[in-house]
Protein backbone atom coordinates (compact mmCIF):
# COMPACT_ATOMS: atom_id res chain seq x y z
CA UNK A 1 0.00 0.00 0.00
CA UNK A 2 1.22 3.35 -1.07
CA UNK A 3 1.72 6.52 1.39
CA UNK A 4 -0.87 8.49 -0.69
CA UNK A 5 -3.28 5.32 -0.44
CA UNK A 6 -3.09 5.41 3.49
CA UNK A 7 -2.90 9.44 3.93
CA UNK A 8 -6.76 9.24 1.19
CA UNK A 9 -8.09 6.38 3.56
CA UNK A 10 -7.38 8.80 6.52
CA UNK A 11 -8.13 12.28 4.99
CA UNK A 12 -10.73 11.53 2.39
CA UNK A 13 -12.27 8.01 2.94
CA UNK A 14 -14.79 8.25 0.17
CA UNK A 15 -12.34 7.67 -2.03
CA UNK A 16 -11.15 4.40 -1.07
CA UNK A 17 -12.61 1.05 -0.63
CA UNK A 18 -13.97 0.40 2.52
CA UNK A 19 -11.35 -2.89 2.71
CA UNK A 20 -8.77 -0.56 2.77
CA UNK A 21 -10.07 2.22 4.79
CA UNK A 22 -10.63 -0.15 7.42
CA UNK A 23 -6.87 -1.74 7.64
CA UNK A 24 -5.38 2.16 7.46
CA UNK A 25 -7.66 2.85 10.23
CA UNK A 26 -6.45 -0.60 12.16
CA UNK A 27 -3.07 0.60 11.93
CA UNK A 28 -3.43 3.84 12.52
CA UNK A 29 -5.28 2.57 16.08
CA UNK A 30 -2.18 0.21 16.44
CA UNK A 31 0.73 3.11 16.20
CA UNK A 32 -1.42 5.28 17.81
CA UNK A 33 -1.19 7.98 14.79
CA UNK A 34 -3.60 11.16 15.71
CA UNK A 35 -3.88 13.88 12.25
CA UNK A 36 -2.42 17.09 12.88
CA UNK A 37 -4.57 19.30 11.06
CA UNK A 38 -2.64 22.51 10.82
CA UNK A 39 0.04 20.10 8.91
CA UNK A 40 -2.44 18.74 6.60
CA UNK A 41 -3.99 21.82 5.97
CA UNK A 42 -0.77 22.99 5.02
CA UNK A 43 -0.34 20.83 2.20
CA UNK A 44 -4.22 20.41 1.53
CA UNK A 45 -4.92 24.07 1.60
CA UNK A 46 -8.30 23.36 3.60
CA UNK A 47 -8.12 23.09 7.68
CA UNK A 48 -11.67 22.02 8.11
CA UNK A 49 -12.11 24.77 10.63
CA UNK A 50 -15.43 26.98 10.72
CA UNK A 51 -14.01 30.14 13.11
CA UNK A 52 -16.97 31.51 15.61
CA UNK A 53 -16.96 34.83 16.65
CA UNK A 54 -19.30 35.96 20.13
CA UNK A 55 -19.21 38.76 21.50
CA UNK A 56 -19.51 37.92 25.16
CA UNK A 57 -19.23 34.29 26.71
CA UNK A 58 -20.42 35.06 29.57
CA UNK A 59 -23.89 35.56 28.58
CA UNK A 60 -25.68 31.94 28.14
CA UNK A 61 -27.76 32.29 25.59
CA UNK A 62 -24.64 32.85 22.86
CA UNK A 63 -23.64 29.56 24.09
CA UNK A 64 -26.71 27.98 23.15
CA UNK A 65 -26.24 29.38 19.24
CA UNK A 66 -22.37 27.97 19.22
CA UNK A 67 -23.59 24.86 20.45
CA UNK A 68 -25.78 24.63 17.63
CA UNK A 69 -23.58 25.89 15.25
CA UNK A 70 -20.98 22.93 16.45
CA UNK A 71 -23.18 20.38 16.27
CA UNK A 72 -23.87 20.92 12.87
CA UNK A 73 -20.48 21.77 11.77
CA UNK A 74 -19.41 18.28 13.14
CA UNK A 75 -22.30 16.55 11.49
CA UNK A 76 -20.72 17.96 8.49
CA UNK A 77 -17.05 16.98 9.62
CA UNK A 78 -15.70 20.31 10.40
CA UNK A 79 -14.22 21.78 13.54
CA UNK A 80 -15.83 25.15 14.83
CA UNK A 81 -13.35 27.16 17.31
CA UNK A 82 -15.20 29.74 19.04
CA UNK A 83 -13.16 32.95 19.98
CA UNK A 84 -14.42 35.66 21.95
CA UNK A 85 -14.35 39.73 20.59
CA UNK A 86 -15.77 40.74 24.46
CA UNK A 87 -17.64 43.48 22.38
CA UNK A 88 -14.75 45.07 21.27
CA UNK A 89 -14.91 45.89 17.44
CA UNK A 90 -10.87 46.33 16.65
CA UNK A 91 -10.70 42.53 18.88
CA UNK A 92 -13.08 41.81 16.56
CA UNK A 93 -11.41 42.79 13.43
CA UNK A 94 -7.85 41.46 14.46
CA UNK A 95 -9.99 38.00 15.08
CA UNK A 96 -11.54 38.07 11.66
CA UNK A 97 -8.13 38.89 10.62
CA UNK A 98 -6.01 36.16 12.31
CA UNK A 99 -8.89 33.61 10.56
CA UNK A 100 -8.90 34.86 6.73
CA UNK A 101 -5.79 32.64 6.34
CA UNK A 102 -6.82 29.32 7.32
CA UNK A 103 -10.34 29.38 7.84
CA UNK A 104 -13.03 27.71 6.10
CA UNK A 105 -15.35 30.29 6.81
CA UNK A 106 -16.39 33.07 9.63
CA UNK A 107 -19.50 33.11 11.80
CA UNK A 108 -20.14 36.48 13.60
CA UNK A 109 -22.76 36.57 16.40
CA UNK A 110 -24.12 40.03 16.88
CA UNK A 111 -20.99 41.58 14.76
CA UNK A 112 -19.59 45.13 16.51
CA UNK A 113 -18.35 46.71 13.46
CA UNK A 114 -19.25 46.56 9.82
CA UNK A 115 -17.41 43.84 8.23
CA UNK A 116 -14.73 44.84 5.17
CA UNK A 117 -14.54 41.90 2.94
CA UNK A 118 -11.25 41.35 0.98
CA UNK A 119 -10.52 39.40 -2.14
CA UNK A 120 -10.08 35.43 -1.33
CA UNK A 121 -11.97 36.00 2.04
CA UNK A 122 -13.62 32.87 3.26
CA UNK A 123 -17.41 32.98 3.36
CA UNK A 124 -18.92 35.03 5.97
CA UNK A 125 -22.27 34.59 7.95
CA UNK A 126 -23.67 37.26 10.20
CA UNK A 127 -26.02 36.39 13.17
CA UNK A 128 -28.27 39.04 14.44
CA UNK A 129 -27.28 42.21 12.43
CA UNK A 130 -26.70 42.01 8.39
CA UNK A 131 -23.49 43.30 7.34
CA UNK A 132 -21.81 43.75 3.69
CA UNK A 133 -20.76 40.96 1.94
CA UNK A 134 -22.17 38.21 4.38
CA UNK A 135 -24.84 36.58 4.29
CA UNK A 136 -27.56 36.78 7.85
CA UNK A 137 -29.54 35.17 10.23
CA UNK A 138 -31.95 37.23 12.08
CA UNK A 139 -34.33 37.44 13.91
CA UNK A 140 -37.58 39.96 13.69
CA UNK A 141 -37.25 42.22 16.48
CA UNK A 142 -40.66 44.14 15.92
CA UNK A 143 -42.09 40.43 16.51
CA UNK A 144 -40.54 40.44 19.82
CA UNK A 145 -41.68 43.54 21.18
CA UNK A 146 -45.02 43.22 20.13
CA UNK A 147 -45.72 39.61 21.63
CA UNK A 148 -45.00 41.69 24.59
CA UNK A 149 -46.92 44.15 24.42
CA UNK A 150 -49.95 42.29 23.28
CA UNK A 151 -49.53 39.98 26.06
CA UNK A 152 -49.32 42.46 28.63
CA UNK A 153 -52.14 44.87 27.62
CA UNK A 154 -54.32 41.28 26.50
CA UNK A 155 -53.80 41.38 30.83
CA UNK A 156 -55.15 44.70 31.27
CA UNK A 157 -51.96 47.02 31.70
CA UNK A 158 -51.79 50.52 30.86
CA UNK A 159 -48.68 51.36 32.86
CA UNK A 160 -45.79 49.68 30.91
CA UNK A 161 -41.97 50.05 31.42
CA UNK A 162 -39.36 48.55 28.48
CA UNK A 163 -36.50 48.38 29.87
CA UNK A 164 -34.14 49.99 27.06
CA UNK A 165 -30.82 48.22 26.57
CA UNK A 166 -27.25 49.99 26.24
CA UNK A 167 -26.37 51.91 23.14
CA UNK A 168 -23.58 49.63 22.57
CA UNK A 169 -25.51 47.05 21.95
CA UNK A 170 -26.82 47.07 18.28
CA UNK A 171 -29.46 44.63 19.51
CA UNK A 172 -30.96 47.69 21.71
CA UNK A 173 -30.30 49.89 19.10
CA UNK A 174 -32.25 48.17 17.22
CA UNK A 175 -35.21 47.49 19.27
CA UNK A 176 -35.41 50.81 20.80
CA UNK A 177 -36.19 52.13 17.31
CA UNK A 178 -39.01 49.46 17.43
CA UNK A 179 -40.41 50.53 20.88
CA UNK A 180 -40.28 54.47 19.85
CA UNK A 181 -42.36 53.85 16.64
CA UNK A 182 -44.79 51.51 18.73
CA UNK A 183 -44.97 53.63 21.35
CA UNK A 184 -46.10 56.68 18.95
CA UNK A 185 -49.42 54.33 18.43
CA UNK A 186 -50.14 52.71 22.03
CA UNK A 187 -48.14 54.66 24.40
CA UNK A 188 -45.59 52.99 26.77
CA UNK A 189 -42.97 53.75 28.69
CA UNK A 190 -39.33 53.53 27.75
CA UNK A 191 -36.42 53.63 30.74
CA UNK A 192 -33.43 54.71 30.71
CA UNK A 193 -30.39 52.90 29.53
CA UNK A 194 -29.75 49.51 31.63
CA UNK A 195 -26.87 46.73 31.74
CA UNK A 196 -28.55 43.84 29.78
CA UNK A 197 -27.67 42.23 33.26
CA UNK A 198 -28.91 40.56 36.11
CA UNK A 199 -27.52 43.81 37.83
CA UNK A 200 -29.15 45.78 35.37
CA UNK A 201 -32.12 44.72 36.34
CA UNK A 202 -31.38 44.98 40.42
CA UNK A 203 -30.84 48.99 39.21
CA UNK A 204 -34.39 49.01 37.37
CA UNK A 205 -35.92 47.80 39.87
CA UNK A 206 -34.42 50.22 42.41
CA UNK A 207 -35.79 53.38 40.18
CA UNK A 208 -38.97 51.61 39.39
CA UNK A 209 -42.24 54.40 39.01
CA UNK A 210 -45.23 53.02 41.71
CA UNK A 211 -47.55 53.55 38.78
CA UNK A 212 -45.59 51.13 36.64
CA UNK A 213 -47.79 48.03 36.97
CA UNK A 214 -45.74 45.97 34.33
CA UNK A 215 -41.73 46.05 32.96
CA UNK A 216 -40.64 44.57 29.31
CA UNK A 217 -36.92 43.13 30.70
CA UNK A 218 -34.79 43.19 27.47
CA UNK A 219 -34.03 39.50 28.00
CA UNK A 220 -34.48 36.87 31.06
CA UNK A 221 -30.94 38.05 32.93
CA UNK A 222 -32.77 41.04 33.28
CA UNK A 223 -35.80 39.99 34.64
CA UNK A 224 -34.54 37.77 37.11
CA UNK A 225 -32.97 40.67 38.61
CA UNK A 226 -35.44 42.83 38.50
CA UNK A 227 -38.22 40.19 39.82
CA UNK A 228 -35.40 39.58 42.62
CA UNK A 229 -34.83 43.26 43.63
CA UNK A 230 -38.83 43.77 43.82
CA UNK A 231 -39.21 40.91 46.56
CA UNK A 232 -36.76 43.22 48.74
CA UNK A 233 -38.44 45.58 48.55
CA UNK A 234 -41.63 43.91 49.45
CA UNK A 235 -43.20 44.57 45.90
CA UNK A 236 -44.47 40.88 44.40
CA UNK A 237 -44.58 39.77 41.06
CA UNK A 238 -46.73 39.42 39.59
CA UNK A 239 -49.41 40.68 41.96
CA UNK A 240 -48.06 43.90 42.04
CA UNK A 241 -45.81 44.53 38.88
CA UNK A 242 -45.86 42.10 35.77
CA UNK A 243 -42.19 41.08 34.42
CA UNK A 244 -41.79 39.69 31.18
CA UNK A 245 -38.49 38.69 29.85
CA UNK A 246 -36.71 37.77 26.55
CA UNK A 247 -34.71 35.02 25.39
CA UNK A 248 -36.27 31.48 27.41
CA UNK A 249 -32.93 30.53 28.45
CA UNK A 250 -33.06 27.75 30.97
CA UNK A 251 -33.27 29.03 34.31
CA UNK A 252 -36.31 31.17 33.31
CA UNK A 253 -38.70 28.27 34.07
CA UNK A 254 -36.90 27.95 37.32
CA UNK A 255 -37.03 31.65 38.58
CA UNK A 256 -39.72 32.23 41.25
CA UNK A 257 -42.01 32.83 40.07
CA UNK A 258 -41.12 31.04 36.41
CA UNK A 259 -40.69 33.92 33.93
CA UNK A 260 -42.94 34.89 30.81
CA UNK A 261 -41.01 35.23 28.07
CA UNK A 262 -40.54 34.79 24.49
CA UNK A 263 -38.30 31.60 23.37
CA UNK A 264 -35.68 32.92 20.77
CA UNK A 265 -34.77 30.03 18.21
CA UNK A 266 -31.15 30.03 18.96
CA UNK A 267 -30.39 26.41 18.15
CA UNK A 268 -32.31 27.10 14.57
CA UNK A 269 -30.25 29.86 13.90
CA UNK A 270 -26.74 28.66 15.03
CA UNK A 271 -27.65 25.51 12.55
CA UNK A 272 -28.69 28.15 10.05
CA UNK A 273 -25.41 29.95 10.12
CA UNK A 274 -23.96 26.91 9.31
CA UNK A 275 -25.74 25.94 6.41
CA UNK A 276 -25.55 29.46 4.63
CA UNK A 277 -21.63 29.23 5.17
CA UNK A 278 -21.29 25.72 3.62
CA UNK A 279 -24.33 25.28 1.22
CA UNK A 280 -24.61 28.80 -0.51
CA UNK A 281 -22.35 30.51 -2.91
CA UNK A 282 -20.92 33.86 -0.86
CA UNK A 283 -22.75 36.81 -0.43
CA UNK A 284 -19.77 38.71 -1.99
CA UNK A 285 -20.17 36.69 -5.24
CA UNK A 286 -23.65 36.63 -5.09
CA UNK A 287 -26.95 37.69 -3.79
CA UNK A 288 -26.65 38.79 -0.20
CA UNK A 289 -29.16 35.63 1.48
CA UNK A 290 -31.43 36.78 4.78
CA UNK A 291 -32.92 34.05 6.90
CA UNK A 292 -35.27 35.83 9.46
CA UNK A 293 -36.71 34.21 12.62
CA UNK A 294 -39.25 34.76 14.73
CA UNK A 295 -39.57 34.61 18.71
CA UNK A 296 -42.76 32.32 20.47
CA UNK A 297 -44.29 33.48 23.87
CA UNK A 298 -44.17 31.40 26.73
CA UNK A 299 -46.15 32.53 29.26
CA UNK A 300 -45.72 31.39 33.22
CA UNK A 301 -45.86 33.06 36.46
CA UNK A 302 -44.58 36.18 35.98
CA UNK A 303 -47.43 37.98 34.44
CA UNK A 304 -51.33 38.42 35.41
CA UNK A 305 -53.99 40.97 35.32
CA UNK A 306 -52.87 44.22 37.10
CA UNK A 307 -54.62 44.43 41.10
CA UNK A 308 -57.30 47.19 41.12
CA UNK A 309 -56.29 49.17 44.18
CA UNK A 310 -57.30 52.87 45.35
CA UNK A 311 -55.61 55.69 43.02
CA UNK A 312 -54.71 57.41 46.11
CA UNK A 313 -52.02 53.91 47.73
CA UNK A 314 -48.75 53.95 46.39
CA UNK A 315 -46.13 51.36 46.76
Same mark, same amino acid.
Given at each position: ???????????????????? +???????????????????????????? @???????????????????????????????LLVADSMGNADR??????????????????????????????????????????????????THVLEQQLVHLR?????? /??? $????????? $??? +?????????????????????????????????????????? $?? /?????????????? +??????????????????????????????????????????????????????????????????? +?????????????? @??
Open positions: MTVSTASRALNRPELVRDET +RQRVEQAARLLGYVPNKMARAVVTGRSD @TIVFVIPDLSLGLFHTVAAAAQQEARRRKLDEAGLVEGARGYAEGIILLWPQADFEPQPGDPPVVSIGRQVRGAHAVLLDQRLGHER /ILY $ADGLESYGA $ARE +RRRVAERLAADAPFELSEQFEMTFEGGVALADSLDPSITAVI $AF /IDNQALGIIQRLAE +RGIRVPDDVSVIGNNDVMWARMANPAITTLHTPYEAMGRAAVSLLLDTEPADRGAQIVETFRSELVV +RGSTAPPRRTDPEV @TR
